[in-house]
């Protein structure tokens, strides 16, 4: 295991019901709230009104900014960003699915600066990002168990124009609050609750396979979330209103990036890097994304560990004697019971921009190697091939 640190400055209320709590530590944030919201779901269900209503109960002033996209835009967010200046908000409120809490946060930071929110993120004209020195506090209301924002310190942003999907992380970035509800998840639908699903997945299965291979605690509780998830997504895909599987997938949700599953295991997160390209580029789900690609780097990978493949299949499956392939096979089959083993023709993708994607990758996470990091490090071509393996 490797030496690590770990602060987790985020106050968690996790229960049914518990959003009706919102107002009371709203209150402990500031008198004037921005609360942050998507395209209308958490209307027509009726969340926002219920926070809303216990703002009022508390004393809160509130303005609302909505339109929140998927993918969310650099542009919305400092949109967003100008109007928390002229309201003189003292603290946002993210109420949504990821897209939402990672938009909440950038604007979090964009409130304190002058400059455009993409500075902070890839520089400007090429050059280094601005730090974030300071930020609004923040509240998460997840509405969609899949991302993690309700417990990291960071935001994916879209910058539309280039095509190019990044990460803002910082620690002042973290969420004062989070108020995981998972009764506000019954409402999503199937195939969002499968692309979520898979998202929680990769956020512990990345590292496994590609950090340090004597994490074996890290590894246990990596596994149980991943098993958690394959038992109880296809409940709730059947049966939405199941609390029971709702409860247990917002958690397995909120644990896979806080930081204890890969904290002292280190590794890299190529998957992911590889589907901002995708998404950055066509603007599909991430989830959607992130399943399209597990199973290609997967075998990628495995070619150098397969050991962690082998183990990996063995105690997701509970069967002996698996290869690597095998153990990739069993999960494509996981896959495809959820209606998500896909290649980018299912996704109406063509070839057309495979280059360009390999190339927006290794020029933003590539470094001075031109290649990303993995136990089998990944390059320009190797990207196309991997693009191509699951056209």
Not at 171 to 199: C, N, Q, R, W
Request: glycine share 10%; charged share 25%.
């Amino acid at each position: 295991m490797l030496n690590f640190e770990l602060h987790i400055p985020t106050y968690i209320i996790f229960g049914a019901g518990e959003i009706q709590r919102a107002g009371g530590f709203a209150s402990r944030l500031g008198k004037k709230a921005l609360i942050v919201i998507g395209q209308g779901s958490v209307k027509k269900y009726g969340y926002y009104d219920k926070v809303c209503q216990s703002l009022k109960e508390n004393g809160l002033e509130y303005v609302t900014f909505e339109g929140i996209e998927p993918n969310p835009r650099s542009t919305t967010v400092d949109k967003a960003g100008e109007m928390a200046k002229a309201e003189n908000v003292d603290f946002l409120i993210g109420l949504g699915g990821g897209s939402v809490m990672d938009a909440t946060k950038a604007i979090a930071a964009k409130a304190k600066s002058e400059h455009p929110i993409w500075d902070h993120i890839l520089g400007k004209d090429g050059g280094r990002p601005l730090p974030v020195k300071d930020a609004l506090p923040t509240m998460m209301i997840p509405t969609v168990a899949a991302t993690s924002s309700e417990t990291d310190a960071g935001g994916v942003i879209t910058n539309w124009e280039t095509h190019e999907k990044c990460p803002l992380i910082n620690m002042l970035l973290f969420p004062k609050y989070s108020i995981i509800d998972p009764e506000l998840t019954v409402t999503v639908d199937p195939e969002t609750t499968a692309d979520g699903g898979v998202d929680i997945i990769s956020h512990v299965l990345e590292s496994y396979i590609s950090g340090d291979h004597h994490a074996t605690i890290q590894d246990r509780m990596s596994e149980g979330i991943i098993r958690t998830v394959m038992e109880y997504v296809p409940k709730a895909m059947e049966k939405p209103d199941d609390i029971t599987a709702r409860k247990n997938i917002s958690w397995c949700s909120s644990l896979a990036l806080s930081g204890f599953m890969n904290s002292g295991r280190g590794g890299s997160m190529p998957i992911h890097l590889l589907e901002h390209a995708v998404s950055g580029h066509y603007d599909i789900p991430h989830g959607r994304g992130l399943a399209l690609l597990i199973p290609p780097v997967m075998r990628y990978t495995g070619k150098v560990v397969p050991e962690r493949l082998e183990t990996l299949g063995k105690n997701l499956f509970f069967k002996e004697n698996l290869s690597a392939e095998d153990s990739v096979k069993l999960f494509e089959n996981w896959l495809d019971s959820i209606g998500r083993k896909l290649t980018f023709t299912k996704l109406e993708i063509d070839d057309s921009k495979f280059e360009t994607m390999a190339e927006d990758v290794i020029r933003n996470y590539g470094g001075k190697e031109q290649e990303i990091k993995n136990p089998r490090p990944i390059t320009k071509k190797d990207i196309i091939d991997i693009f191509r393996s699951v056209l």
